[in-house]
């Protein structure tokens, strides 16, 4: 019998073991269940690499919620996967919303978060021998099947009286048109980081016309269908403080994060920082202003929508995204 003591003691201790293995995944099982899947459609931006590092380390779950990012290759692809319910939260611009406004009434944004604000980074560049927007008159201009992309354009053109049908137009995607520009195939284009990021230190080109020249006007904004807000609102508020601890993990540890976000983008951390020099990022104390119903944002929307319906290029009948602050977290 005491020969065997010591074999029946290690046994309870391996049934022990077992015991606490199976209690350690059963708890690793919960905590996985507890969390909100939330899928983002994002393209290549600089301010929507943050929800991306967010992501890839896993910020959203001291919020209970399981981020994932789906990339989208041109702002019109994200904009129709949007339109057809492919995805319910999008990470885009105010022109684009407003489109899909027009374009899907039923599923007219929310707009609960201000991501950032262009000044300076969407730019029109042309060759260096057109020296003003006004020699774009009769030049080839590219530009993606976006409405940012046109209203940049048309802002830019209105600035010195040019009208919009004096000019040909080439819609492609982002890549293209850094190709076609390249190429010699159009004199201008529409484009932004990081597309934009080689074009700017290159003295074969120019930037005519930048967003800088219309502050406050180029927003980007997290937005979402309605119907999914009212059933998931947990989910948005964990997405915004998502938001907020990528901003603070970049502050913490900048040279990781840039290095990893820069990746992304295929650039160097140096040009990434560089791209960013031409962007704002409104923090947490601005955006109950700004979302407010006669905030910023709203003004933005309605002046937008009058330029847009003055150019031909939306309907008077066509609703408007509206804005929210439900889903920011209480002071």
């Known amino acids: 019998m005491t020969s065997q003591r010591p074999s029946l003691r290690r046994s309870w ?7 606490a293995s199976l209690a350690g995944s059963f ?24 929800l991306y590092l967010a992501e890839q380390r896993s910020l959203g779950q001291r919020y209970g919620l399981d981020l994932r990012v789906q990339q989208y290759s041109s702002l019109e692809d994200q904009r129709f996967a949007y339109s057809r319910g492919d995805v319910e939260v999008i990470a885009t611009n105010l022109p684009d919303v407003i489109a899909i406004c027009q374009e899907v009434p039923k599923r007219c944004p929310e707009l609960f978060l201000v991501i950032d604000q262009s000044e300076g980074a969407d730019v029109i560049v042309s060759t260096a021998d057109l020296a003003d927007v006004r ?3 009769g030049q080839k201009v590219g530009l993606e099947r976006t409405v940012l992309a046109e ?22 995607g982002p890549s293209f048109l850094i ?12 484009t932004y980081p990081p597309y934009a990021n080689a074009l700017r230190v290159d003295l074969r080109y ?16 997290l937005a979402v269908n309605p119907a999914y807000a009212k059933q998931h609102p947990s989910s948005l508020n964990s997405l915004v403080r998502t938001w907020w601890a990528a901003q603070a993990l970049a502050r913490a540890e900048p040279h990781a994060s840039q290095a990893l976000m820069a990746k992304r983008q295929q650039v160097s951390p140096a040009e990434f920082v560089a791209s960013e ?3 704002r990022y409104p923090g947490p104390a601005e955006q109950a202003e700004m979302l407010a119903p006669t905030g910023m944002v709203a003004r933005v929307v309605a002046r937008m929508a009058d330029q847009m319906i003055s150019a031909g290029r939306l309907s008077a009948k066509a609703p408007l995204p509206t804005t929210t602050q439900t889903f920011l977290p209480k002071p």
Do not use: H
């Open 27 to 50: 708890v690793a099982w919960r905590t996985l269940g507890a969390q909100e899947r939330l899928a983002v459609a994002i393209t290549s931006w600089p301010g929507n690499e943050y």
């Open 277 to 279: 020099r031409s962007i």
């Open 179 to 190: 190709n076609a520009l390249e190429k010699g195939k159009v004199d201008a284009i529409v």
């Open 13 to 19: 201790a391996l049934a022990l073991v077992g015991l």
């Open 206 to 221: 120019r930037v005519l016309f930048s967003s800088a020249q219309i502050p406050g006007e180029i927003v980007d904004v």
């Open 135 to 137: 020699n774009l008159a």
């Open 151 to 172: 209203y940049l354009l048309l802002r830019a053109l209105e600035t010195k009286q040019v009208p919009f049908d004096q000019m040909r137009l080439l819609r492609e």
